[in-house]
């Protein structure tokens, strides 16, 4: 048999991926990754794990962003603030569990005394977007604006420096790293290469950025959305989401990580899912080892409690 050919396409450029030369997938793959695992040490007081649990405060800014002018679709979302987040915070002041809640700025506007309270009540506001917009859909000049527009809208409302972000939808552009810099942030919580806390790199130069993963699977949003006009539709019962949330949270306290949660007070703000939060909050605490913290005090935790580690090489 002759020597089998292979096609060399190190040269060629074009929109096909497998015409791309290895460096300019190596440069995507690069661009933003993971580095050396933060995973600490120990958490504070010996507890065996950490519980950070955050709530995404959308209210009417989804169909905002959409331009959506229905008062219906709005009423949705006017369901979280109105009735969603004060069951919200009644929970957790009966559990004393400070959580962390990030606002789009447009939703710290529309209900300023919102914020207020839930600083008062010890909770952080993390920013999340000006309008609920898709990073990945702007140019990346309105990116930068509108994220330095929202710290400084959130900043002004809560009276507190906003030090970590999630952008919306988890919507990470190829700016979006960069921008995150420029703010001198602490952390970010929108990739998803980890289960625990790790150090983000860029184009592999590490930044110093606490990288807070989250996850699809622990996120109400996606067992519980309803579009009218559309074939998304609720199909896991709260029992079934109970039961998932509580595998992710033993999982997380077997192996001594972190479990981070992302509900939505327009999701699970709603009596027959509100039970969900509570069930999960008492499994924890039963455990009486567990740490709960705002998603800044463990990026600050884990930032100078890391284990020692090698830092992670680029593929």
Known sequence: MGARRVTDFSQAEGNEPWRWPEARWRGIVNRVRAGRSLLPTNWPDGARCAFAISFDADHDTIP????????????????????????????????????????????AMLYPDEVRALVA??????????????????????????????????????GVEPVGMRTASWDFSVHTMSIIEQMGLLYDSSLMADDD?????????????????????????????????????????PSGVAEIFRA???????????????????????????????????????????????????????????AASGEAKAP
């Open 197 to 237: 806390p790790y150090e983000l790199l860029a184009d592999g130069r590490p930044t110093g950025i606490v990288e807070l993963p989250p996850e699809w699977i622990r996120d109400d949003a996606i067992y519980f959305n309803f579009e009218r006009f559309s074939a998304l539709r609720p199909y896991t019962p």
């Open 64 to 107: 905002l962003r959409d331009g959506d002018e229905s008062p219906m679709r709005i009423s949705q979302g006017h369901y979280g603030s109105r009735r969603g987040l004060p069951r919200i915070r009644r929970l957790l002041q009966q559990a004393g569990i400070p959580a962390t809640f990030f606002y789009p700025a447009v939703s």
């Open 121 to 158: 009540d010890g909770h952080e506001i993390g920013i999340h977007s000006w309008i609920h917009e898709r990073n990945t859909q702007l140019p990346p000049e309105d990116e930068l604006r509108l994220s330095l527009r929202a710290r400084d809208v959130l900043a002004e409302t809560s």
């Open 248 to 306: 992710e949270f033993d999982g997380a306290y077997a192996e001594g990580g972190l479990f981070l949660l992302t509900l939505h007070p327009h999701v699970s703000g709603h009596r027959s899912r509100i039970g969900i939060i509570s069930d999960l909050l008492a499994h924890a605490r039963a455990r009486g080892d567990v740490w709960f913290a705002t998603h800044a005090d463990v990026a600050r935790w884990c930032r100078d409690n890391a």
